[in-house]
């Protein structure tokens, strides 16, 4: 974001003065001052001065929406930057901003006529392409996000970000090969940003090429250790390869950096059911679950756990949940009408046998041959 720079004053009192007004432009300066600093709570005090004494001070408004900003007051911000706009209605950093704060917000309407706006009256800004791809994006409108990214590109080749940020939307596409062009092009330009690696390393494992995503992974750890997804996706391309133990290595060290997120305790949770480790499963899909109460993956994962320890009824549990939440997955219709059959209810197991064939699942074919006669 850019900040309106005034020069600061330098005041020289003479040692008899008795007073000194102090003016708006003084207000501004010592605003500026304290926002620089990071003190954005006095900041807004000192704008609120220049702004009472100088009501159309349209820099004082836009300054003071950066301020609130770093307090996370987005609406309180996204007010200002429209007031600096009645003063300065030429300024496209206040539209670009407020498009900005208006994204934050999920205001996407109103934040796609500001950045639609900046780009009527610059059409050469790619920071302003890129924001707008970066809204398209999330409004899942996935080419018309590459097609402003690539509008970026054009105009600033040199931003990693882009070629990142386009390369994810590729992804998205199933354009792999697309995207880790992409890829390749970012970590070109700034070979020292690790989401470019994870980025890539994430769509060879799509590509089934799992010791490559595995190398990007070691590269984006060397960059940041810290880079909780590396470890998650090393996670899962160890899995694929059969390394449990590397995979539950990774997993625990992700959940060191992130231990709030189901998923990896999900993920962690099937390495242990593959190593035969059904208590240390359990509890991972119980913490999973106890995270995110409507992870009906973990519901469905820990009711196999349960089905092989021959508890019917804790599966069945655990299956009934898991149809509440995705009532067309088949397999959990089949886990659970297993589970009925196994324990002495054959008809009610028979017509769950029956719903999983409607949806899809061809294990139950077999299964309704074998046991529902």
Do not use: W
């Amino acid at each position: 974001m850019n900040m309106k720079k005034f020069a600061l004053l330098t005041l020289a009192l003479l040692s008899f003065a008795i007073g000194y007004a102090q003016t708006s432009d003084d207000y501004f300066n010592s605003g500026y001052t304290k926002y620089i600093a990071a003190d954005f709570t006095n900041a807004i005090v000192d704008y609120n001065k220049a702004i009472e004494l100088n009501p159309s001070f349209g820099d004082a408004f836009y300054n003071r929406a950066l301020a609130k900003e770093g307090l996370n007051d987005i609406k309180g911000a996204i007010a200002d930057y429209a007031k600096s706009l009645q003063f300065n209605p030429n300024d496209t950093d206040a539209y670009l901003n407020m498009a900005y704060a208006k994204h934050i917000v999920e205001d996407y309407k109103g934040a796609l006529a500001d950045y639609d706006k900046v780009l009527q009256m610059n059409s050469k800004r790619a920071d302003a392409y890129f924001a707008r791809a970066n809204l398209k994006y999330d409004m899942q409108n996935l080419q018309g996000a590459l097609s402003d990214y690539s509008k970026a590109i054009e105009i600033n080749a040199e931003d990693a970000d882009y070629y990142t940020n386009r390369g994810l939307t590729k992804y998205e596409l199933k354009d792999f090969q697309g995207a880790i062009a992409d890829y390749n092009k970012a970590i070109e330009v700034n070979p020292t940003e690790p989401n470019a690696y994870i980025n890539r390393g994430l769509t060879k494992h799509e590509l089934g090429d799992y010791q490559g995503a595995i190398s990007d992974d070691n590269k984006a750890l060397e960059l940041n250790p810290s880079a909780e997804n590396a470890h998650y996706n090393r996670g899962n391309a160890k899995y694929e390869l059969k390394d449990y133990e590397g995979a539950i290595a990774d997993y625990s060290l992700a959940l060191q950096l992130s231990p709030n997120d189901p998923s990896i305790y999900n993920n962690r949770g099937i390495i242990k059911e593959e190593l035969q480790d059904s208590k240390g499963a359990i509890a991972d899909y119980t913490k999973a679950l106890e995270l995110d109460p409507k992870y009906s993956s973990a519901y469905y994962n820990r009711g196999n756990v349960k089905y092989d320890l021959e508890d019917y009824a804790g599966a069945i549990i655990d299956y009934n949940k898991d149809i509440e939440l995705v009532p067309t997955d088949g397999d959990a219709f089949y886990g659970r009408g297993l589970a009925k059959i196994y324990s002495g209810k054959k008809e009610a197991g028979c017509l769950d046998i029956s719903k999983a064939i409607q949806l899809g699942n061809e294990n139950a074919k077999e299964e309704k041959q074998k046991s529902c006669k």
